[in-house]
Structures are given as structure tokens and as C-alpha cells.
């Protein structure tokens, strides 16, 4: 205790003699108990308790160590879970100005705050976040664990030599996630861990900070030579214990080190984004895109009137609309922030579809996906206007990963597509084209590569965008990632059917939304006629704009 606790401005952590440990110059345990208000520790050690405490103004006083009672040793398992030897770390806050977080807040912060990262990975050890209420009775357990993002290697190099440090070494092992990740900040995603023999030091992207061709990087560099430097009580870290001292010479000689290597990879990146953003469909096809947008936002404007001019404001007390297939999410695609709990939305009709009295049970085929609530009664106090609704909430920790959520009621089933992502990027408000209609339901028909490949189409409500997934592999097969096969009549033809079967959906959903469709019997087949009747009606119009026509029988 003496060492460790009452120590100050020295090695208390016993880094300088060869121990393993993550601490240096008495930096960490006392920070944290002073730079919050004040503490005490207790230390269970071969059946002996010792107990210390730091106050506000860092006056360090222990007590003897005495001999545990059989009931203080009950009273120390029953309250901490401490069956042996053990420690317990109290902080109380007392400094102004120090915030404590909302428990989800705090599990987000905890599970990806950089330096913990490696110990919140680790299969080692179960690190878990008690809340207690002031009876100090558990209300709920929270595992931290922290998952990286998925994936694919990039580089991976050992044993690196370093200019000007012949004993030392660096290993560096870079990934490249497959959505990109939030850089910035002490918990963001993405970044290198600039680690020692065993502790995280720093997190960065050296000169590539701000890069938007650098932001699906992750890994780590480890440079064993760092600990070494720290036993001889060199000033390598900040004196703010916030990273590594950059103007440091060894620091100054790894940052050359990697940046070397990260632009070869970025470069990389670079060609492949770039690629990526060239318009995907060339002029011929961009020509047939948008005379089919002009037609088929008259096709809307029959159909829907007003409503079909595209932003409709919404009024004050307005009452829920029906889902499309009168048991849906809403929408049925979720990018959803990693470490968040998100709310989805599932509507069912009521009762025609849903029955009062059924039960809504929720399924996920991912077991990195947790549902909070999975089993919901559909009660009749919660039908307005015939419709009720539910709001599963979910919570998934790593970037990159993809799940289907099934709702099941009464044989039923409903399906929303989850990807988890670091951030979700603000979409850029649309500029109307010259010659299309200024307001109309649809803006464009895109090819995206970035979509699931469990999407075929899909029609974006907030750009009102119609996209057509490149990587779906039902797609794939005739229409390449860059825009491969686009010209070929039987391509052509697919896309005229995506695109004719979405805009018939989105003009079949928004007639049952604005109260247009007439309902006989059960909401789902009346949106299910109604997207028939309109594909009958129009399909073959929206043909004639998107198939040459020399792949048409009959043209006109």
C-alpha cells in the first residue's frame, strides 16, 4: 500500500524493476482517485485485509493490516466476489465539473476507450460493469468486451528495423474494415494502437489524421523498445499521460517508420474509392435513367395526386400508417452505430392481421446481436387507427458485422436487414436535375456497391433515391461492380424489372399510407394488389425507358 498508494513521482508501479505491469512514475491508479475527488482501497491478500485511503488534497493514510473474520470474508464474497485473494478500488466524486455518464454512455465509453481495448478483447478475463441502486443492490450486470471491426488484413510486417534504434524492433499489422470507422476522439473505432510489451500508449493515424481515403483503417504497431525507454525513466509518454511524446526521438523514428508503410496501403485505398465514386453508369445509361425518372414521377403523380409531388409535410395528430404488407418493419434496412441501442420499428395490422391477445416473439441469426425485448403482447389499449406498434431495441458491438431480425406472429413473419456501422454519415440533400421535375416522389436510379448483397433494390426515403445493389449476387451475375455488362440487352432488362418492381412497391405503400387504397379484406393483399396492378399497368413504360430497342418486340 505504502508503494503503490502513498508513493508519489516515483516508480510505485515497479515498472524500472522488471515487473510486467502497465503503470509508471506512480501515474494511474492515484490520478484517477485524485483527478475525481478521493478513495480508499482494499487489498484481501492470504486471508489478510489491508486497507488505505487518499482525500481531496492527497493526504495518504493507511491502517494495519488485520486478520479477516470468517464473516468479513462472507461479507466481502456476498458483496464484491471475492472468494480469495482480491482487491476493490472505491472512488467517490467530489470534484466540480466532473460529469458522471448515463450507464449506457459509461459502457460505451469503457468498452472502446483505447487503452482498455486489449484488456476488454482478451478471453482471459470477464470484466463486468455493476449497476446498483442506492440500496446498493444490483439491478443489472453488464459484460464489457470489446469486439474489432471485421476486416481484411493489409499489411502485416515483424521485426522492422527502426533509423537511429538498432535494438529496437517494430511489428505492424494494419486492417482495412468494410464500412468505414469513426477517427477521432479516445474511443474511436479506428486507428493504430501504439502499444509496448504490455500496455496501449497511443492511438493514431500519424500525418493520414483527417484523410477520408484513411477512414476503414485499424491495427496496431508494437515496439517492445518502449518499455525498455520507460525503465530508464526516459520522457517518452506526455507529460499530460494522455499518448506518447511525439518530439521524442524514438517516437519521431516510428511515426517515419509508418507512415512509410500506411501510404503504400492508402495510396491503394485511395485507387479503389476513387474507382468507386466514378459514376458507376455511363452516359447512355445515365440518359435512359433520367427520361425514366421523369416518367415514372408522372406515373406517381396519377396514382398518388399531391402526394406523389414527394414531400408531403406532416400534420399535427396525424395517425400511423399501415404497414406495406400490414406486418413490416418499418423501414426493413437499419444501419445501426456499434456500442448504441437502437429502436426498430415493427407494425402489424390489427385484425385483420394481428390478433389481440397474439404474442410477437423477435429472432436474430447473429449472436453478436442482442434484442432487448424479443416477446411483445399485442394489447388492444395499443391499436390506434388499426395499427399497433412495437420497438424491439438492439444492440450490437462490432463494425461490420450483418444480421437478419425476424419477427413471428401467428405464422407470420416479418424481416429487417441490420448492418452495424461506427458512424452514420449525413446524407447530402439532393440538387433536382435540369429538366426533371423539380418534386417529384423518385430523384434518381443509382448502382451501389455498398449495399448488403442480401438487397436486390432498394428505394431510399431520404434521398429518394431507386438503388440497385451491385453486389447482390442475383445482380451480379449480369451486372458487374463498376458498371460491367450495364450496356447488354439482357441487363437491361433486369434493371427496367428492379426498378419497375420498386417504384410500383413505394407507389403501392404510399397509396395505403395516405388513405388512397381502397381496403376489401386484409391490408397485406390490398397493398399486394395494388403492386401487382401497378407493375400490369406500367411496367411495360418504364421498359421502353430503360431496354434499348433493339431488344424490344414492339416499341412505341
Known amino acids: ?46 486471508g489478510f485485509l489491508f486497507q488505505c485511503s487518499l482525500d481531496e488534497e492527497a493526504c495518504y493514510r493507511r491502517q494495519e493490516p488485520v486478520k479477516m473474520s470468517k464473516a468479513a470474508k462472507t461479507a466481502y464474497a456476498t458483496r464484491f466476489g471475492i472468494n480469495g485473494n482480491g482487491t476493490i478500488i472505491t472512488i467517490t466524486v467530489t470534484k466540480d465539473g466532473v460529469i458522471i455518464p ?8 469503457l468498452e472502446k476507450y483505447y487503452s482498455l481495448r486489449e484488456i476488454n478483447a482478451s478471453d482471459k478475463r470477464n470484466i463486468y460493469l455493476i449497476e446498483k441502486d442506492e440500496k446498493d443492490k444490483t439491478k443489472k450486470s453488464h459484460i464489457l468486451k470489446y469486439q474489432e471491426p471485421i476486416g481484411e488484413e493489409v499489411l502485416y510486417k515483424k521485426d522492422l528495423h527502426i533509423d537511429g534504434f538498432p535494438e529496437a524492433r517494430l511489428d505492424m499489422r494494419i486492417f482495412k474494415a468494410t464500412v468505414p470507422l469513426t477517427q477521432d476522439g479516445t474511443c474511436r473505432e479506428g486507428g493504430i494502437l501504439i502499444k509496448g510489451k504490455n500496455s496501449v500508449h497511443d492511438i493514431t493515424l500519424f500525418c493520414f489524421e483527417g484523410n477520408p481515403y484513411a477512414q476503414k483503417i485499424f491495427g496496431e504497431i508494437r515496439c517492445k523498445y518502449i518499455d525498455d525507454l520507460m525503465k530508464r ?11 506518447l511524446e511525439w518530439n521524442y526521438p524514438l517516437c519521431k523514428a516510428i511515426r ?88 426498430l420499428t415493427l407494425k402489424g395490422t390489427v385484425p385483420w392481421i394481428l390478433k389481440i391477445g397474439g404474442i410477437v416473439t423477435l429472432e436474430c441469426d447473429n449472436e453478436e446481436i442482442t434484442i ?54 449525413t446524407k447530402e440533400k439532393h440538387k433536382p436535375k435540369t429538366g426533371a421535375l423539380k418534386e417529384g416522389l423518385f430523384n434518381e436510379i443509382q448502382f451501389d456497391p455498398t449495399l448488403p ?24 451475375a449480369y451486372l458487374g461492380p463498376s458498371g460491367e455488362g450495364q450496356d447488354e440487352l439482357h441487363c437491361q432488362v433486369l434493371i427496367a424489372e428492379l426498378v419497375s418492381d420498386s417504384v410500383c412497391r413505394e ?9 388512397r387504397l381502397q381496403i376489401l379484406g386484409e391490408h397485406t393483399e390490398a397493398i399486394n394488389r395494388e403492386h401487382y396492378r401497378l407493375i400490369a399497368e406500367y411496367a411495360h413504360i418504364i421498359h421502353q425507358a430503360l431496354v434499348a430497342s433493339a431488344g424490344r418486340r414492339i416499341n412505341g
Do not use: W
Open 1 to 46: 500500500m505504502d508503494e503503490r498508494v502513498g508513493g508519489f513521482g516515483s516508480d510505485t508501479s515497479g515498472l524500472t524493476k522488471g515487473l510486467d505491469v502497465r503503470g509508471f512514475f506512480g501515474r494511474g491508479l492515484k490520478e484517477a482517485i485524485l483527478g475525481l475527488g478521493c478513495g480508499s482501497v482494499d487489498s484481501i491478500v492470504d
Open 102 to 109: 448515463q450507464i449506457d454512455n459509461l459502457i460505451y465509453q
Open 233 to 243: 525513466e526516459e520522457a517518452i509518454l506526455s507529460d499530460r499521460r494522455d499518448g
Open 256 to 343: 517515419q517508420e509508418a507512415e512509410k508503410e500506411l501510404k503504400v496501403v492508402i495510396d491503394k485505398i485511395r485507387k479503389e474509392e476513387e474507382n468507386l465514386k466514378k459514376v458507376i453508369e455511363n452516359e447512355k445509361t445515365r440518359q435512359r435513367f433520367q427520361a425514366t425518372i421523369e416518367k415514372i414521377n408522372k406515373i406517381a403523380l396519377t396514382e398518388l395526386g399531391e402526394d406523389g409531388e414527394g414531400s408531403i409535410k406532416s400534420k399535427e395528430g396525424k395517425l400511423p400508417a399501415p404497414p406495406p404488407n400490414g406486418f413490416d418493419f418499418v423501414p426493413d434496412f437499419y444501419d445501426i452505430i456499434a456500442g448504441r441501442k437502437t429502436t
Open 372 to 425: 432487448e425485448n424479443k416477446v411483445f403482447t399485442i394489447k388492444e389499449e395499443n391499436v390506434v387507427n388499426s395499427v399497433v406498434t412495437f420497438n424491439p431495441k438492439i444492440y450490437g458491438k462490432r463494425v461490420g458485422s450483418e444480421t437478419v431480425i425476424t419477427a413471428i406472429a401467428d405464422g407470420l413473419k416479418a424481416e429487417a436487414l441490420l448492418r452495424i456501422v461506427a458512424k452514420i454519415d
Open 453 to 476: 448483397k442480401q438487397i436486390r433494390h432498394y428505394f431510399d426515403k431520404e434521398t429518394k433515391n431507386i438503388k440497385i445493389s451491385t453486389k447482390c449476387p442475383s445482380v451480379e
Open 507 to 515: 407507389i403501392a405503400r404510399k397509396k395505403g399510407e395516405t388513405g
